[in-house]
């Protein structure tokens, strides 16, 4: 009976757009929980989309950047969302001017729950005609809190911006006054 189990199964890749009864989710969310998994980790997390406006969100082709603005606070700094770019949030609320996309948006995440500085950053990234920008409700804390992966691998912001089409103005001046400084110490040498 197992073989023929295992023979049968197949990949489902296309669904009916028919809703699923509150009783049918819970036991095939039971099964799926019933999986096996590496040590016995099950680092399996679920989460149903019943919002037509949502579901089309994930099904769209859109570029989503994280801007994590963790290192500006009070709390740990040493773990951030993977593929995230940290940058202060005082120079994308004040001085830099910033260039986006049309089609990306832009999610802010700050440590705190509470979100005030990401709110902040927003209304001030709307103000310079961005206006795809949400905020990650809970910031960081609700993000583990889910279960989903942290790194403390960040890497290089510029580099993750650029790859994305985002320019912030003074990094470029930034790059420029150390590059000089650098060439000058050399020419000293």
């Not at 994590?68 to 830099?96: C, K, M, Q, W, Y």
Request: glycine content about 4%; aromatic content about 6%.
């Amino acid at each position: 009976m197992l073989a023929e189990v295992i023979s049968e199964r197949r990949s489902i890749r296309r669904y009916r757009p028919d809703p699923i009864d509150d009783a049918q989710l819970d036991a095939l969310l039971r099964a799926a929980c019933w999986a096996p998994s590496a040590h016995n980790r099950q680092p399996w997390r679920f989460a149903v989309l019943r919002d037509a406006a949502a579901k089309a969100r994930l099904e769209s082709e859109d570029k989503i950047a994280i801007i994590d603005l963790f290192n500006f606070e009070d709390g740990d700094t040493s773990v951030g969302i993977s593929g995230a770019i940290r940058i202060n949030p005082f120079r994308l609320r004040n001085r830099s001017r910033v260039i986006v996309p049309e089609d990306l948006e832009i999610v802010l995440c700050c440590l705190s729950e509470h979100e005030i500085i990401s709110a902040r950053v927003a209304l001030a990234l709307r103000r310079k005609g961005i206006p795809r920008v949400w905020i990650l409700e809970g910031g960081l804390k609700a993000w583990i809190k889910q279960g989903y992966p942290v790194t403390t691998n960040l890497g290089d912001p510029k580099e993750r911006a650029m790859s994305l089409g985002i320019q912030v103005s003074d990094w470029n001046a930034e790059s420029r006054s150390s590059s000089a400084s650098c060439t000058s110490a050399s020419a000293e040498t």
